[in-house]
């Protein structure tokens, strides 16, 4: 079992800047791929943002954030970033960490699908206002 608790959201400015962190607890090791995930008000799906594996570090976001959204590791804390700058109203939504135990491969080629994800935070509201 592994338990995911994000914090680090709030209120901000559109072009501010915000960095979410993910506790991570539990059986906890470098097979595992991790994800930061959205999802806006509105009944809106869940929308993958960035992943990482935290074997390799090798990362993946998704198109609307590049350039401007960095998620990272710190393994020792066993503790995942999503670092945010130059926001946008568009990025308010409330964003869940997740984790899953799977192979390097795997993580490539389904980490930013949150059906693949069996663990998950209780998620961080970020707000983002003109």
């Known amino acids: 079992q592994v338990q995911l608790v994000e914090s680090g959201g709030g209120s901000v400015q559109t072009g501010g800047s915000l960095n979410l962190s993910c506790a991570a607890s539990?059986?906890?090791?470098?097979?595992?791929?991790m994800g930061w995930f959205r999802q806006a008000p509105g009944g809106k799906e869940r929308e993958g943002v960035a992943?990482?594996?935290?074997?390799?570090?090798?990362?993946e976001y998704t198109d609307s954030v590049k350039g401007r959204f960095t998620i990272s590791q710190d393994s020792a804390k066993r503790r995942l970033y999503l670092q945010m700058n130059s926001l946008k109203a568009e990025d308010t939504a409330m964003y869940y960490c997740?984790?899953?135990?799977?192979?390097?491969?795997?993580?490539?080629?389904?980490?930013?699908?949150?059906?693949?994800?069996?663990?998950w935070g209780q998620g961080t509201q970020v707000t983002v206002s003109s």
């Open positions: 997740a984790a899953v135990k799977t192979s390097r491969n795997y993580c490539n080629t389904f980490g930013r699908d949150p059906g693949r994800y069996n663990y």
């Open positions: 539990g059986n906890f090791y470098d097979s595992y791929c």
């Open positions: 992943r990482i594996y935290i074997g390799t570090g090798s990362t």
